[in-house]
């Protein structure tokens, strides 16, 4: 199938850091992405990782990819109020444009 | 640079009646999405324009149609609204071989 799965919540305290994880099912997918959305908003890019790298950082965030257990990770380091989204994993579909998205990850922050 | 523009930005209708939304990217990609958003449910691919003049079917496109008017303008038809196709609207665009999409603001519709 092409479902790619992620939990539905997470609660953090402000100032702890966040872990939202991903499975996705296609391992030819060349690209993976996280991207952002808020409250009434479109969804934005937030950062992407190629699949032969296994971790990318980039300020606050740090993307963990297992291609083994095709597995990917998002981790928001001392996480703000500002962060409370909804965040969605989406991977390639091969040798196309399409994006496959994950359900999405309700984070919420509280202080 | 207004990025990816949609309209209306919320719409209510009844059961039965038609409509088309709008969506227009001025960033001259080649590539355009139309998604359908469901509470636990992600972002679900009904249409995609991989170019101007083409169009294929994505994981939902039934009781949709589309058209790609040119290369900036994607719109999305509503042939006879059903109350299951309630549901939040977005319109994407991204450039040859880049996979970053980027996202208009989306469109509520209700149907009654």
Redesign the interface.
Known sequence: G?D?EQS?FLSVREGDSSVINCTYTDSSS??L?WYKQEP??????LT?IFSNMDMKQDQRLTVLLNKKDKHLSLRIADTQTGDSAIY?CAE?KYN????I????TRLQVFP | NAG?TQTPKFQVLKTGQSMTLQCAQDMNHN?M?W?RQDP??????IY?S?SEGTTDK??VPNGYNVSRLNKREFSLRLESAAPSQTSVY?C?S?G??????F????TRLTVL
């Not at chain 2, 996202?103 to 989306?106: A, D, H, L």
């Open positions: 092409e790619v539905l060349t690209y992405y009434g908003a479109g969804l934005q890019l992407y969605f390639t196309t444009d399409k994006l998205f994950g359900t999405g | 990816v590539s999405y998604y636990g449910m992600g972002l679900r691919l995609y991989a994505g994981e977005f994407a991204s040859q071989g880049s996979g970053e999409q996202f208009g603001p989306g």
